[in-house]
């Protein structure tokens, strides 16, 4: 039961008076109605929009539960636009998956209750990242350029790399794949044309050696996995170009 956001402006912002009506404020436990008072504050209700303690998120709590792929989590540098726009920004728990489906919980993300979206900064991000190693989530680079291929991004904020220096195993790698397939972050589709771009536009470049022989074994992987698909989906991927050279 998600709350319905209408007719949101082009950069997104939802225009306060449909996203939070004012009845809302009777659905605080903290709002004692005779009074028009807060009774954490004990002073007078400010409204859903601009209080610290209510947020409609609480009647209906996404990341408390079980992970869904809805629950995009924005991963931000330096600053938002949140921040500089003074929106209310509230602190929440989201749910992430680490090695061996382990749940995770990461406290303190940022939820602006204005553009309804949840956000993590990225020194914070990176830490936890190193805290458990394999994070798993539907993460979104803010501000990220258009150029970049679509899974790009995505699998990079997930840790998939085949960078020396990080010296990820194929099995490290593959479960990346796997769980953000698995959990319809991205698609076997996508996985492929990320797999068969890199490959394509590095082979004949001794630089990438070892980097082309691990995005073949990952390629190599997913096509495994593709064999247990149903044959329309497989239909479906068939149309790209595997670069067989
Ligand atoms: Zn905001």
Redesign the pocket.
């Known amino acids: 039961m998600n709350k319905k956001i209408e007719n949101p402006t082009p950069n997104g912002?939802v225009p306060r008076s449909k996203f939070f009506p004012d009845k809302d404020k009777t659905d605080c436990p903290y709002y004692i109605a005779n009074t028009r008072k807060c009774s954490h504050t004990n002073s007078s209700c400010v409204g859903p929009i601009h209080c610290s303690m209510f947020c409609p998120d609480d009647k209906y709590p996404r990341f408390n539960s079980e992970w869904s792929k809805e629950t995009t989590l924005y991963i931000y540098k330096n600053s938002?636009?949140?921040h500089n726009?003074k929106?209310?920004?509230v602190s929440r728990s989201v749910w992430l998956v680490g090695r061996d489906d382990l749940k995770i919980t990461i406290t303190n993300a940022e939820y602006?209750?204005?553009?309804?979206?949840f956000y993590l900064e990225y020194e914070r991000f990176i830490s936890l990242k190193k805290e458990f190693g394999i994070l798993i989530g539907n993460f979104v680079e803010m501000y990220a350029t258009a150029t970049s291929l679509k899974a790009e991004s995505t699998l990079h904020l997930n840790g998939y790399t085949v960078d020396q220096r990080y010296n990820l195993s194929a099995e490290d790698r593959q479960y990346i794949i796997k769980k953000l397939i698995d959990m319809e972050i991205l698609t076997y589709k996508d996985i492929l044309e990320y797999l068969n771009f890199f490959i394509n536009t590095h082979k004949n470049d001794d630089r990438f050696l070892f980097a082309v022989a691990k995005w073949t074994e990952d390629l190599n992987f997913v096509l495994l996995q593709m064999l247990k698909l149903p044959p329309h989906i497989i239909k479906e991927i068939k149309s790209l170009d595997f670069g067989s050279s």
């Open positions: 912002i938002l636009i949140c726009e929106h209310p920004i602006c209750k204005y553009c309804d979206k």
